[in-house]
């Protein structure tokens, strides 16, 4: 029989489900398509203006483009609205299956402050983003090859070049759209598999008088069949002269299903390369591996077989190495209290992405909801923190801490606290940008409800559970007095091991990072996740292992203070990446404006400081582990 309080329990959890999981973009595979009859209204909608040279978003209306009646606000996720997308209706409205040609949307005089704010624009090489039927629109670009076509998101608003001598900026005025679909082959019924754009600058001149829409254009006129073209004039953009925007409509039958219709934007990169950074990072860990099964199997198991066989004190006083330290190798560090916070946060980093990962290899984030990979991470995270007590309070418990409630609150505010505050100070410079990607005061209020009162909760819940347990006892005892360090090898200095330690997991996953880096910063399609699953795996074995042989030849020095550097030697790989992200930043970003590059720095060093806490919490807890089965494998009296 089950109980009320377990079947309450059980309501309230299914209660939260059914609310998180929409939000979280949470979907299963197969979501159902959309299926249009002839003649049937299509709306185009309107997405952010972005630019990879400036990196700041701005809505589709804050230029003087045409709008409809009443702009309407699509609902928006919260990882949507921390993108800075804003997704809002559009004057640009089909007909399934029903061409147009030379349509005027509207007439637009643009005032000298549009003139500017249009020409900083295009000068920034900003895009255009629109969606139909929740697919992305693209523009269709031919190789140097000609072989095959590649596929860029959105158009530019404009292009700035040489007209009768003189240097000028030109706006793209007229688009033309070509909508794929494919047609059921038992009924009259489509659904939507490509949306393409070909964009032109074109000064459109009125034939008699201008008509509103219905107004008779001598550069685009479907009854003289005369259609726009890249030799025709094109329309200068200069304050007080009219630009009329006009578009066509072409609709193409296509063999692409529907459930493959992604695959043009989700297989932009080479798999080739993805495959290359697999077998990198596999040999990387055959190379460890096969010093790991050389230490465990053959040195450590002719130590422990020595070690075990000495029949008296006077011969073990005669030995050297990692047994002599028995009674200080888990004397507690200094600032414990720093390392248990440390690791619990990486315990939750840890579960955050595991959890995302797996869901998103099953294929239960889909990429048509845009934001559901982020707000299914914020949401992970936040119910991760009840990990996160368990961890670190139990670490702090074998520690002899008393103060749980103070290690808790350390837990649930040191790296939350540090992200919040360099998000708030981004988001200021952001927001005096009046770019669309400041987040909102009530988003901001939905992101500090969530830490506060979700988070933490959950972090004193698993806090309060973990301390609650007996604590974990040392295979061997620690001594009073602490044993002195003897001389240390120049190759065995902590700093030079700590930086040697990072370079292997760094090494494992720079290829796929430079995809990751592209897919943030050059507003690129990232949805390899099998890959990057494999390469977390790989991640996490090359901490684990790098960390064990360095703990090794560390105690094989008689150095016991292993604790910290255990956690440092892995976490360095966390330098290495925000190296890297500098090396990215010259080599393949076109920032100019000082905002911009203080807005990628100051994102990457969070990642940075994100990946130091995972990857140092990975090789701690596997030098814990290493420590404490060699120790419980020898005799000591």
């Not at 500017?116 to 255009?128: A, G, M, N």
Request: aromatic residues 16%.
């Amino acid at each position: 029989m089950r109980s009320p309080a377990m079947l309450r329990w059980a309501a309230a959890l299914a209660v939260l489900l059914a609310v998180i999981a929409p939000a979280a973009g949470f979907y299963l595979p197969g979501v159902a398509p959309t299926d249009f009859a002839k003649g049937d209204p299509l709306q185009v909608k309107v997405n952010k203006l972005t630019s990879i040279k400036t990196q700041l978003p701005y809505t589709y209306y804050s230029l003087p483009f045409c709008k409809p009646t009443t702009i309407v606000d699509s609902a928006e996720n919260l990882g949507e609205v921390l993108r800075g997308d804003r997704i809002e209706n559009s004057p640009y409205l089909f007909q399934m299956r029903e061409p147009k040609m030379c349509q005027i949307v509207c007439k637009v005089t643009i005032t000298e402050k549009e003139a500017k704010e249009l020409k900083e624009k295009i000068e920034d090489e900003y895009r255009v983003s629109m969606i139909l039927d929740n697919l992305p629109l693209v523009v269709p670009v031919t190789r140097q090859d000609k072989s095959t076509v590649a596929y860029q998101g959105g158009y530019h608003v404009g292009v700035k070049g040489h007209y009768a001598g003189d240097e000028k900026y030109f706006i793209h005025n007229h688009l033309s759209f070509l909508v794929k679909y494919h047609k059921d082959d038992d009924s009259e019924l489509s659904r939507i598999v490509g949306f393409e754009v070909q964009p032109f600058s074109v000064k459109h001149q009125v034939d008699d008088k201008w008509n509103d829409v219905n107004t008779r254009l001598t550069t685009c006129d479907p009854h003289a069949n005369k259609f726009v073209t890249r030799e025709q004039p094109p329309q200068e953009v200069e304050a007080g002269k009219d630009i009329i925007f006009t578009y066509d409509v072409h609709f193409e039958d296509s063999e692409i299903k529907w459930a493959s219709r992604w695959d043009t934007y989700l297989l932009m990169t080479d798999d080739q390369i993805h495959w290359f950074s697999i077998v990198n990072s596999l040999m990387i860990v055959l190379f460890l591996s096969g010093m790991v099964a050389m230490i465990m199997l053959r040195t450590l198991y002719r130590d422990i077989s020595r070690y075990n066989q000495l029949e008296t004190q006077e011969e073990a006083q005669e030995e050297t190495g990692w047994k002599l330290v028995h009674g200080d190798v888990f004397r507690p560090p200094t600032n414990s209290n720093l390392l248990c916070v440390y690791v619990g946060t990486g315990v939750q980093f840890f579960g955050m992405l595991l959890v995302t990962m797996i869901f998103a290899v099953l294929g239960f984030l889909s990429p048509s909801n845009r934001g559901g990979l982020m707000t299914a991470m914020l949401l992970v995270w936040v119910l991760m923190g009840l990990l996160a007590g368990y961890s670190s309070s139990r670490l702090y418990k074998m520690f002899k801490g008393s103060e749980w409630k103070k290690i808790t609150l350390q837990t649930a505010f040191l790296f939350p606290g540090v992200a919040f505050v360099i998000f708030f100070i981004l988001n200021a410079l952001i927001w005096g940008e009046k770019s669309s990607g400041a987040v909102p005061f009530t988003t901001m209020f939905a992101l500090v409800l969530l830490w506060f009162g979700i988070s933490v909760p959950l972090v004193f819940v698993g806090s309060y559970l973990g301390f609650k347990k007996p604590a974990m006892e040392p295979p061997v005892k620690t001594n009073k007095i602490p044993r002195q360090i003897p001389e240390q090898a120049w190759y065995m200095n902590p700093l030079f091991s700590i930086l040697i330690g990072g370079i292997l997991p760094f090494g494992a996953v720079f290829i796929e990072l430079f995809f990751i880096l592209s897919s943030i910063w050059l507003h690129q399609f990232y949805y390899i996740f099998g890959f990057l699953f494999l390469v977390f795996v790989i991640l996490i074995i090359t901490c684990a292992e790098i960390t064990i042989v360095l703990c090794y030849f560390q105690l094989c020095s008689e150095d016991y203070m292993w604790w910290w550097r255990s956690y440092l030697t892995s976490g360095s790989s966390a330098v290495y990446l925000f190296l890297y992200a500098v090396f990215y930043f010259f080599t393949k970003l076109q920032i100019t404006k000082l905002v911009s590059g203080i807005l990628y720095f100051g994102y990457m060093l969070l990642a940075s400081y994100a990946f130091f806490v995972l990857t140092g919490t990975i090789g701690f807890c596997a030098c814990f582990w290493f420590t404490r089965l060699i120790y419980s494998s020898v005799k000591i009296d």
